[in-house]
């Protein structure tokens, strides 16, 4: 992939960073203060996540409950075409499994190649909030690696429901999600690689990781995957905690681990929570940068001023 050739070739390390869009409502502005401080650093890309839809419950007057079904951040690829526009940067938008039909995915796909996206990382997504398990999408993909196959094969032109005479389309270059403490639905750290194997099989060439506070997983995953034969890069997924709220959200969320040392100095200083969060990330970033990684993705919740806080610190 172009966006990250150009790191390996300049031989130094990049940023890069992870923004949501919008909440349904709000304009682009945000989006916009949250870019415009974070661009002197020259970010390699920016990535924007794909959101599906989420379930909202109302108490009726009765005592019972109405579900609706809502999307709260809809407009992925509009706001990364803007983003692209705008900055002049790539943008990355996500694409998910989940909600969503192979014609649905194809339609995107077509909207992001109209708009000069030709970037995507390709992802199953959650259960939704009244799946008890992830339930592909009757006409959809089960896993991220079906999504990755579709993308590939719309890269030789062919379309769900056929080949096209000629094809016109730019190709996408797809990246995937890998887990280096093992995604919490796998069986095991085995069969979790080899599942990562088949994204990059079937076409994905680049991985970036879930997020870790240690670095040693990191090592250590990368190794496993070079020894299970995947050569792609390895892009390290980094967030600074900046809340004590943090300590129990993420590893629930997200299903990693947070070093005691780490925890222990956040609760020592629970009104400097953000610093040692800073603090923390930049350590992990520069000894990221001394092993020699393309590219640092961080994760944002759409703020970021701990992350121009990191990357005045680093670039
Ligand atoms: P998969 O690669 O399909 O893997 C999911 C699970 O299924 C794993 O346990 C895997 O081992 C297993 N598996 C895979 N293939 C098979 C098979 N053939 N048979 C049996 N088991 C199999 N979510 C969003 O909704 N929107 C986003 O924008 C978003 N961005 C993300 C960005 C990054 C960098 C990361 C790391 C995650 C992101 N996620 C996002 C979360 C992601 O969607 C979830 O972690 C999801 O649960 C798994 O997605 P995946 O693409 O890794 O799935």
Known sequence: PEIINEAIAAGRTRFAFELLPPLKGDGMQKI??????????????????????????????????EWHVVRRRPGTV???????????????PHLICGGLSKYDIEDTLIDMDFLGLHNVLALRGDRSQNERRFMPHPQGHAHAADLVRQIAAMNRG????????????????????????????????????????????????????????DNS???????????????????????????????????????????????????AHPEHVREVGVEWTVAQSRELMAAGVPVLHYYTMSRTTNIQQIVKALF
């Open 32 to 65: 916009f203060a949250a870019i415009d401080p974070l661009m002197p650093f020259d970010p390699a890309y920016i990535n924007i996540t794909y959101h599906r839809e989420g379930i909202k419950e109302t108490a009726l007057p009765d005592g019972g409950i």
């Open 78 to 92: 509009g706001i990364s075409a803007a983003i692209q526009h705008r900055y002049g940067v790539e943008v990355v």
């Open 158 to 213: 062919e379309f769900v429901d056929g080949e096209v005479e000629e094809c016109h389309h730019s190709k996408f270059s797809i990246g995937v999600a890998g887990y280096p403490e093992v995604h919490f639905e796998a069986r095991d750290v085995t069969s979790d690689i080899r599942h990562l194997r088949e994204k990059i099989d079937a076409g994905a060439e680049y991985v970036i990781t879930q997020m870790f506070f």
């Open 217 to 267: 997983r990191y090592f250590d995953f990368v190794r496993r995957c070079r020894e299970a034969g995947i050569a792609v890069p390895i892009i390290p997924g980094l967030k600074p905690i900046s809340t004590l709220r943090h300590l129990e959200v993420l590893p629930e969320t997200f299903a990693v681990t947070l070093p005691e040392e780490l925890v222990r100095e956040a609760k």
